[in-house]
């Protein structure tokens, strides 16, 4: 059971990125799904969720900008960031989450924010 996240780089201010993480081993639809962060010297925070019902959840920090949505015949979840800020510059992770069921992380991928 893995999740893999990809889809970070380098953009400047005001540009966009997409997220993608894949779920391998387990089918993600059933399971809820959430993008969290980190930046340098900060706690991890909530992005974005989607429940396997399709309800989402945003930071403050991101509603309008952000948004998280699911792809089951890919079995991935999507982040898909527009007018980014510098300080949306953290390394992103996604997680699988459900009552009763085992959480699972992936291993992040980075995005960087150039002012």
């Known amino acids: 059971v893995q999740l893999q996240a990809s889809g970070g780089g380098l953009v400047q201010a005001g540009g966009s990125l997409r997220l993608s993480c894949a779920a391998l081993?387990?089918?993600?639809?059933?399971?809820?799904m959430g993008w969290y962060r980190q930046a340098p010297g900060k706690q991890r925070e909530l992005v974005a969720t989607i429940s396997s019902g399709g309800n989402t959840n945003y930071a403050d920090s991101v509603k309008g900008r952000f948004t998280i949505s699911r792809d089951n015949a890919k079995n991935v979840v999507l982040l898909q960031m527009n007018s980014l800020k510098a300080e949306d510059t953290a390394l992103y992770s996604c997680?699988?989450?459900?009552?009763?069921?085992?959480?699972?992380w992936g291993q992040g991928t980075l995005v960087t924010v150039s002012s």
């Open positions: 997680k699988a989450f459900g009552p009763g069921r085992p959480v699972y």
């Open positions: 081993g387990f089918t993600s639809s059933t399971y809820g």
